[in-house]
């Protein structure tokens, strides 16, 4: 990558529950990457059940703050399931 690329992450939270309140992820500490903007986020379910099941989607733009390659880190989520 180069200073000039842009990279997308994604991630997906999907299940039963209440979509819409689902939290952003908190993304680790990006050594190497600048957040450009904040996430897109999209909620997307199979039939009418619009906000009760399917996965709500963040989509993160990130650029490069130096040339080569930079590692992103784990994303840990947490999460309740009765």
Do not use: H
């Given at each position: 990558?180069?200073?000039?690329?842009?990279?997308?992450l994604k991630?997906?939270?999907?299940?039963?529950?209440?979509?819409?309140?689902?939290?952003?992820?908190?993304?680790?500490?990006?050594?190497?990457?600048?957040?450009?903007?904040?996430?897109?986020?999209?909620?997307?379910?199979?039939?009418?059940?619009?906000?009760?099941?399917?996965?709500?989607t963040f989509?993160?733009?990130?650029?490069?703050?130096?040339?080569?390659?930079?590692?992103?880190?784990?994303?840990?989520?947490?999460?309740?399931?009765?």
């Amino acid at each position: 990558m180069t200073e000039d690329d842009l990279l997308t992450l994604k991630c997906e939270v999907g299940g039963e529950g209440f979509l819409g309140s689902v939290a952003d992820p908190r993304l680790p500490e990006l050594s190497g990457w600048e957040q450009v903007g904040d996430p897109q986020v999209k909620i997307t379910s199979p039939g009418n059940t619009p906000a009760t099941y399917g996965k709500k989607t963040f989509e993160f733009l990130l650029r490069p703050e130096r040339a080569g390659n930079i590692k992103i880190p784990e994303i840990a989520y947490a999460f309740f399931d009765p």
